[in-house]
């Protein structure tokens, strides 16, 4: 069974770090062409890719944010960290973690999501 | 980076069919491929078709999918209307640096 579960703070002051963790279980990360992605979702508002990151360490990142995002994987522990720099309250989202395997960047399993709201 | 375009919403009665259109601003849509996720109120999204027209298992046959090269765009339609397939519903693809995706139709069935 494969799942996978985001979590990290709720709430966040602006200019500070977020940091979400996903764990995950029910695949490996060292899979050829198996990955993991992070995609946003402000509360009423459409999806938004954020980060991925694939099996052999290779990183893509959304051009409109990649100075601000850091994705990271540690297989030992089936997690992927995404690091967010500089928050402001446009990023309060849901923030989801899934995976994707194979090549057509379809991303066939979801965490839950975890709400991170940014205020001060 | 390229766009992907949705209707903001759609509308239609049970047991009648409806489409939802994603047209893809610049590049071919038939370069790489598109999926479809639904998306309840409340819940992660699923997927309802993958690489332009595979329906994963679980998916009922009512789902289908299909790309239009001369208007650039991916359908997604959805036969025999049931009130639970009331949602939002977003197209996906990618390019070689970028996954993309649309706007999101919300599908209401009254």
């Known amino acids: 069974q494969i799942t996978l579960k985001e979590s990290g703070p709720t709430l966040v002051k602006p200019t500070q770090t977020l940091t979400v963790t996903c764990t995950f279980s029910?695949?490996?990360?060292?899979?050829?062409?198996?990955?993991v992605g992070w995609i946003r979702q402000p509360p009423g508002k459409a999806l938004e890719w954020l980060a991925l990151?694939?099996?052999?360490?290779?990183?893509r990142y959304n051009a409109s944010l990649k100075s601000r995002l850091t994705i990271t994987k540690d297989t030992s522990k089936n997690q992927v960290v995404l690091t967010m720099t500089n928050v402001d309250p446009v990023d309060t989202a849901t923030y989801y973690c899934?995976?994707?395997?194979?090549?057509?960047?379809?991303?066939?399993?979801w965490g839950q999501g975890t709400l991170v709201t940014v205020s001060s | 980076n390229f766009m992907l375009t949705q209707p903001h919403s759609v509308s239609e009665s049970p047991g009648k069919t409806v489409t939802i259109s994603c047209t893809r601003i610049?590049?071919?849509?038939?370069?790489?491929?598109v999926q479809w996720y639904q998306q309840r109120p409340g819940s992660s999204p699923t997927t309802v078709i993958y690489?332009?027209?595979?329906?994963p298992s679980g998916v009922p046959d009512r789902f289908s999918g299909s790309i239009d090269s001369s208007s650039n765009s991916a359908s997604l339609t959805i036969s025999g209307l049931k009130t639970e397939d009331e949602a939002d519903y977003y197209c996906?693809?990618?390019?070689?640096?970028?996954?993309?995706f649309g706007g999101g139709t919300k599908l209401t069935v009254l």
């Open positions: 899934a995976r994707s395997s194979g090549w057509s960047l379809l991303f066939d399993y």
């Open positions: 029910g695949f490996s990360l060292s899979t050829s062409r198996m990955g």
């Open positions: 990151i694939y099996w052999n360490g290779d990183k």
């Open positions: 610049i590049g071919s849509i038939a370069t790489n491929y």
């Open positions: 690489e332009d027209t595979q329906r």
């Open positions: 996906q693809s990618y390019d070689s640096s970028n996954v993309i």
